[in-house]
T-cell receptor, first 118, second 112 residues
Framework: DTGVSQNPRHKITKRGQNVTFRCDPI?????LYWYRQTLGQGPEFLTY????????KSRLLSDRFSAERPKGSFSTLEIQRTEQGDSAMYLC????????????????FGEGSRLTVL | SQKIEQNSEALNIQEGKTATLTCNYT??????LQWYRQDPGRGPVFLLL?????KEKRKERLKVTFDTTLKQSLFHITASQPADSATYLC???????????FGQGTELSVKP
């Protein structure tokens, strides 16, 4: 399967614990995005990378959230000191982009990582 | 800030009819607008993209229109089938390299 891969698919944790999600994009895609989605809502933008550079981070994202893409390939999203309000589906997407940052537009999404904070 | 609104109520139609979903946005027009399909528990899947200088785009049974005066896009599925039942998301971007902003989605149910 050469699509976007996310792990784990499901994570149940207790409030206050740290969690980390991993995303492996389509291999030739240099642009990688993280979104969060709650029930009945559309995906909410969190952050995106071009290669290893984090180009934008949502102002809605608290300091407890951090994302990395150290070698420009896979990415991790870490949530520290989880709260019940963090329960959501965390979606990763990728797309190809030119060196100047122009993309084809469409995003290729993974199946998501569902987080439940008890 | 930019706001995107889709039909908040679920749309129920009979098989064979045309489904029409609406996406409205505020403020300035995006560089392009996209439509995605999302099934329960799955990630969104890209369907169509339309640019600000395009009025209409078609793909098989799908048609998207883009009216920058009304600040609205319409998404049509002709000859609908039960397999078309899903949530449809509208998304827009203000430049060719920027992030996508999504609407809340409209749930479509096609009854046989």
């Amino acid at each position: 399967d050469t699509g976007v891969s996310q792990n784990p698919r499901h994570k149940i944790t207790k409030r206050g614990q740290n969690v980390t999600f991993r995303c492996d994009p389509i291999s030739e895609h240099n642009r990688l995005y993280w979104y969060r989605q709650t029930l009945g809502q559309g995906p909410e933008f969190l952050t995106y990378f071009q290669n290893e550079a984090q180009l934008e981070k949502s102002r809605l994202l608290s300091d407890r959230f951090s994302a990395e893409r150290p070698k420009g390939s896979f990415s991790t999203l870490e949530i520290q000191r989880t709260e019940q309000g963090d329960s959501a589906m965390y979606l990763c997407a990728s797309s190809p982009a030119s060196p100047s940052g122009v993309t084809s537009g469409e995003l290729f999404f993974g199946e998501g990582s569902r987080l439940t904070v008890l | 800030s930019q706001k995107i609104e889709q039909n908040s109520e679920a749309l129920n139609i009979q098989e064979g009819k045309t489904a029409t979903l609406t996406c409205n946005y505020t403020n300035y027009s995006p560089a392009y607008l996209q439509w995605y399909r999302q099934d329960p528990g799955r990630g969104p899947v890209f369907l169509l993209l339309i640019r600000e200088n395009e009025k209409e785009k078609r793909k098989e049974r799908l048609k998207v229109t883009f009216d920058t005066t009304l600040k609205q896009s319409l998404f049509h599925i002709t000859a609908s089938q039960p397999a078309d039942s899903a949530t449809y998301l509208c998304a827009l971007s203000y430049n060719q390299g920027g992030k996508l902003i999504f609407g809340q989605g409209t749930e479509l149910s096609v009854k046989p």
